[in-house]
């Protein structure tokens, strides 16, 4: 019995090196303090990394571990925070985290996303039990979520943030991450956070742990949302200028008023969600895609919110009512009228000179079809040639496509593929008081974003701001202070 007694520790002591290296790749999930959290053989109260790591007692050894909230310790549902864990030791030179977000209703309940903006980061995703878990490394450009059956999430250091922080010489080391709360209002949130300030032994002596709690509350506005009596709904290519005209269905709206958000918010995702930050908007009763929110902007001479939102193609003509809900709570319904197109040009920004510049590019090389180093170089820019290029126009509301999609989403053929959808009525383009010939007209993979291809006509007269402006179904053209670049 002795024999295999002194085996066992042999085969223990061999394991403990390669179990401490993967610790500095980020620690097995449970192991911040989490109340509910029971890793296998931890015992109750005792999840944090001080049940590995030995040097003080949790929270003894003169440092700390702190998260920095941009927003303060309130959250607006839906809306990304980055946030910044740093692990402070004097003493030390190596650090390590767990973090992870829970409802206060509920310590067994994920609140939110969490997304690594780095290598130094990285999901931890387990199963309930806390014996089966698996990684998610940061890969640039790719998603990174957690696979089904995974309900518990943590963020936490990956070796390389480890190899990164490791012998600064400020006593401290940091990682940054972004968090996305619930998409609505989900009570107080609980952030729970552990630290390991080490030596940078690779053993579990000499370390000290630190461990600390946050409870956010969710942010309110001040009473409830109302639409602007003024500015109302309106095409957003000419949007605060244009209040009382008609808006078509697809077509990009801005909705301004008061008490929409306290924050700024952007969909993340096609095909768009009907729900933004706890904000949605209905058109006559049908929910609207929500694409972002601006608050505290100045419009029309006032201090507004914005709400940038897609008509539903459902809609149909007249007038109908607008709703805007925050946190379950709606406004009192705003009128706008609804026709078959109303035209409008994305504007990109107005250059040096004071000129307007449209979204329009050159179909051949992508450059926009201003003068040559405009917008001080920081765009590729020539101007657009009669003789051999295809102009090529970004818009909104130009009405009835072939194939309807999906509200919020482009159009995909039987396979579930990108397809081209044109609209059933073909614009008008003038550019400097000539009618250019139309090649395609139709929506691009983005939604309620129309694409206009055209032929300048010969006679288009030439200069560095010649007028840009489209029409449909014989109505009103479109502002002409959109200009863009011409040669011959």
């Not at 973090?99 to 994920?110: E, F, G, H, W």
């Not at 956010?216 to 009382?244: E, F, Y």
């Not at 979204?359 to 020539?382: E, I, Q």
Request: aromatic share 8%; charged share 5%; hydrophobic share 35%.
């Amino acid at each position: 019995m002795k024999r295999v007694s002194v085996v066992k520790i042999g085969i223990a002591l061999s394991v403990l090196p390669v179990l401490l290296w993967a610790y500095s790749s980020g620690p097995n999930p449970g192991y911040n303090g989490v109340p509910t959290d029971h890793p296998p053989g931890v015992p109750a109260g005792q999840n944090y990394c001080t049940f590995c790591h030995t040097g003080t007692a949790l929270n003894g050894g003169g440092g700390s571990v702190s998260v920095t909230f941009p927003n303060g310790m309130t959250y607006t549902p839906g809306t990304t925070q980055h946030l910044t864990v740093t692990i402070a030791d004097k003493a030390q030179k190596a650090w390590g985290f767990q973090l992870t977000a829970r409802l206060s209703s509920d310590s067994t309940s994920v609140a939110g996303t969490f997304a690594s903006t780095d290598a130094n980061t990285q999901l931890q995703c387990s199963q309930t039990n806390l014996s089966v878990f698996q990684k998610v490394l940061f890969t640039s450009g790719a998603s990174q979520t957690c696979p089904s059956g995974y309900p518990l999430v943590y963020i936490e250091h990956t070796m390389q943030g480890y190899d990164a922080t490791k012998g600064a010489s400020s006593g401290s080391g940091t990682y940054q991450f972004d968090w996305t709360p619930p998409p609505s209002n989900a009570g107080n949130i609980v952030i729970y956070v552990a630290g390991n300030a080490a030596n940078g032994d690779l053993t579990p002596n000499g370390d000290h742990i630190y461990a600390a709690t946050y409870t956010l509350t969710p942010a309110v506005v001040s009473g409830p949302p109302v639409i602007d009596t003024t500015l109302g709904v309106q095409n957003q290519t000419s949007a605060p200028n244009t209040p009382g005209a008609a808006v078509s269905p697809g077509s990009l709206v801005a909705i301004y008023g008061t008490n929409f958000a306290i924050a700024n918010a952007a969909a993340a995702s096609i095909p768009l969600s009907t729900q933004l930050a706890g904000v949605g908007v209905t058109f006559n009763g049908i929910a609207a895609p929500m694409v972002g929110i601006a608050h505290g902007i100045t419009a029309g001479g006032k201090t507004v919110d914005q709400i940038n939102a897609i008509v539903p193609w459902e809609v149909t003509g007249g007038s109908v009512p607008v709703v805007v809900t925050v946190n379950n709570t709606p406004s009192a319904a705003a009128n706008v009228l609804i026709a078959s197109t109303d035209p409008g040009i994305f504007y990109i920004g107005t250059d040096s000179a004071g000129i307007n510049r449209p979204l329009a590019y050159n179909n051949a090389d992508n450059t926009f079809a201003y003068p040559l180093n405009d917008f001080n170089g920081n765009l590729k820019c020539r101007p657009v040639s009669i003789a051999s290029d295809v102009l090529v126009i970004w818009a909104t509301g130009l009405g009835p496509v072939q194939n309807q999609p999906q509200d919020g989403a482009p159009y995909t053929n039987s396979s579930g593929q990108l397809a081209q959808d044109t609209t059933t009525a073909t614009p008008q383009v003038m550019v400097g008081g000539v009618q250019a010939t139309v090649l395609f007209s139709g929506l691009t993979q983005y939604p309620s974003i129309y694409q206009i291809n055209a032929k300048l006509g010969a006679g288009t007269p030439t200069g560095s701001a010649v007028p840009l402006q489209i029409q449909m179904n014989g109505g009103t053209s479109s502002t002409s202070q959109l200009q863009i670049a011409v040669t011959n």
